[in-house]
């Protein structure tokens, strides 16, 4: 059983920096990639960034470029999310998710999922 534990989720103003962990437990996940989806209200939840189980290849989308990275640290089995540059329209519950390759990008494709932190972003 894998559990994974996001946190670093707060309120910010547009322009402002917030940094998400997620903490893995029960089982080492020192071998999967990891990945970031977020989900706003009425919408479906989508892809933000994937990491490889080594950290060396990154995938993000097109719209957090530049402003998003994504980074892990296998000896603490945490995973981050250094979000810069934030918009409201990053506004959304924020989930970390454990699958089997660092080009997934569909919610079917991770097989365990934590229960999100909520960022909110005013403008």
């Known amino acids: 059983q894998v559990q994974l534990v996001e946190s670093g989720g707060g309120l910010v103003q547009a322009g402002d920096s917030l940094r998400l962990s997620c903490a893995a437990s029960?089982?080492?996940?020192?071998?999967?990639?990891m990945g970031w989806f977020r989900q706003a209200p009425g919408k479906e939840r989508e892809f933000v960034a994937a990491?490889?189980?080594?950290?060396?290849?990154?995938n993000y989308l097109d719209s957090v470029k530049g402003r998003f990275t994504i980074s892990r640290d296998n000896a603490k089995d945490t995973v981050y999310l250094q979000m810069n540059s934030l918009k409201s329209e990053d506004t959304a519950v924020y989930y970390c998710?454990?699958?089997?390759?660092?080009?997934?990008?569909?919610?079917?494709?991770?097989?365990?999922w934590g229960q999100g932190t909520q960022v909110t972003v005013s403008s």
């Open positions: 029960g089982r080492t996940l020192r071998s999967s990639a």
């Open positions: 990491i490889s189980w080594g950290g060396g290849i990154t």
């Open positions: 998710a454990a699958g089997g390759s660092v080009t997934y990008r569909r919610v079917d494709e991770y097989g365990y």
